[in-house]
């Protein structure tokens, strides 16, 4: 077990985060790249030379599944007398996810997100034989990412004498050491069942399944879709993910479409219920009319629901500061500290104070939105950049709200003084009553 500080080679421990029946999992820094990683540690006992030699086999057979929902090997190796593989570090995982409850939306993204790296996978030959929750990493902007590609089949062979898999999520054919690319569609459609039902079929699998009655409520195609996709008899499946993400495609828009359809009727009777029209709601509607465009407030906050930009250090609604950034950036990189957007130019990142970032490429990137100037280095500013990307000085630039004359008392940048309990560039209180809810929650 290693400690807290250890360091392997540019590795340095941050903590354990768990432990399972292959490897120790730990939390590192990349001293190099400064970065966190994740760290896989497989137990002593599972390796030896000719398990080294699998691993080695394996990860150049996946080395070339290069998708973005499939979590990249960084690294594998022999480091300082300690075999370990080396990964990108994600928010967290399905499985933890699903202790809490998922959005319809949310959990179409996942399950598209999920088939996609499949489907990639599947059109390269390779079968992973390990779907689960527990192998399905939450990246910010809600990005899933699908591990252990490779190292699941290796590792799982060596832990038991059976079929590779897991109990749960295995399809039967795979348990009697007869895995296909069909037993990933079968392993996939469990994850999208529980997605969607909240529920786990068990063998032997018969109708109606737990959570059906939930399922067929969305669509009875897309009953119907999951079904086919969890026969115990393979041969009745789809072929393979490819033309199971193709089958999952065409019925998407059904199901958004009846979801939507769900949603404005429930909002209906909630208003007929209540007799009024929810101000909060017409509120935050005239704002985004009045400042929407200008600051990109396309995103929501996780508390209230209010809108929100990726520049905002806290919500202007209702205060709440988180730590990371969780929506989903529209640049082309993300700062490993505060997961807001960054360019690939940049040497820092814009919004936080966190270590360098880059350049991560030699060509320069324009920007239209570019509107300030740095005072040190001439470097381009972005609107509410609280420091420069190119020198990590602090933005002298003092940025005003078009629209708006009002400024925070504290850091003395534009506010929306109409709208917002809390200065979104400090967190400093304006005086006014938070928002809780967007529904009065």
């Known amino acids: 077990m290693l400690r807290a500080r250890q360091k392997l080679d540019k590795y340095r421990i941050t903590r354990r985060l768990g432990r399972g029946g292959f490897a120790e999992v730990y939390e590192a ?29 394996e990860i150049r057979l996946t080395a070339r599944l290069d998708h973005p929902n499939i979590v990249p090997i960084k690294s594998a190796g022999e ?8 990964q ?12 809490k409850r998922v959005s319809v939306r949310t959990a179409l993204e996942w399950s598209q997100q999920l088939l996609e790296a499949l489907a990639h996978a599947h059109g390269q030959r390779v079968i992973h034989c390990d779907v689960k929750p527990e192998n399905l990493l939450i990246f910010p902007g809600n990005k899933l990412r699908l591990a252990d590609f490779g190292i699941a089949k290796v590792a799982q062979g060596r832990i038991s004498a059976a079929g590779t898999g897991t109990v749960g999520f295995i399809a039967p054919e795979q348990a009697m050491g007869r895995p296909s690319l069909r037993s990933d569609v079968f392993s996939a459609a469990l994850v999208i ?49 490819v033309k199971m993400l193709a089958a999952f495609q065409r019925l998407r828009p059904r199901l958004l479409a009846a979801q939507g359809r769900r949603t404005q009727k429930s909002r209906g009777t909630a208003r007929r219920a209540s007799g009024k029209r929810d101000w909060r709601l017409e509120r935050r509607k005239q704002f985004q009319r009045e400042f929407g465009a200008q600051l990109e407030t396309r995103h ?25 950034f969780s929506g989903e950036t529209r640049f082309p990189a993300s700062c490993p500290r505060c997961q807001r957007g960054v360019k690939l130019d940049w040497t820092y990142c814009a919004w936080c104070h966190g270590a360098a ?21 001439r470097g381009d500013q972005l609107p509410f950049s609280r420091y420069c990307p190119w020198c990590r000085r602090k933005a002298s630039k003092r ?29 400093k209180s304006r005086g006014a009553k938070p928002e809780r809810s967007a529904h009065g929650r």
């Open 29 to 57: 820094e990349d001293t190099v790249e400064g970065i966190q990683v994740a760290l896989k540690v497989p137990h002593a006992h599972l390796v030896d030379k000719a398990s080294l030699a699998d691993f080695r086999r």
């Open 357 to 377: 970032i880059g350049p991560l490429s030699a060509r320069s990137y324009p920007d239209k939105r570019y509107a300030a100037r740095c005072t040190h280095c």
């Open 79 to 86: 480091v300082g007398g300690v075999f370990l593989i080396a």
């Open 300 to 324: 929501a906050c996780s508390r209230c629901e209010g809108p929100i930009s990726e520049a905002m250090k806290s919500c202007p609604w209702c205060g709440h500061a988180p730590k990371r």
């Open 399 to 427: 940025w005003t709200l078009e629209g708006s004359r009002e400024r925070c008392g504290g850091c003395k940048l534009g506010v929306a003084g109409d709208y917002w309990a809390y200065c979104p560039w400090c967190s």
């Open 88 to 99: 990108p570090l994600g928010l967290g995982t399905l499985h933890d996810r699903l202790k």
């Open 193 to 241: 069942w529980r997605l969607f039902s909240g529920k786990l079929p068990e063998w032997p699998y018969k109708q109606p399944l737990p959570g059906q009655e939930k399922v067929a409520a969305l669509l009875p195609a897309f009953e119907q879709f999951l079904l086919k996709a969890l026969s115990v008899h393979e041969e009745e499946r789809h072929a393979d993910c």
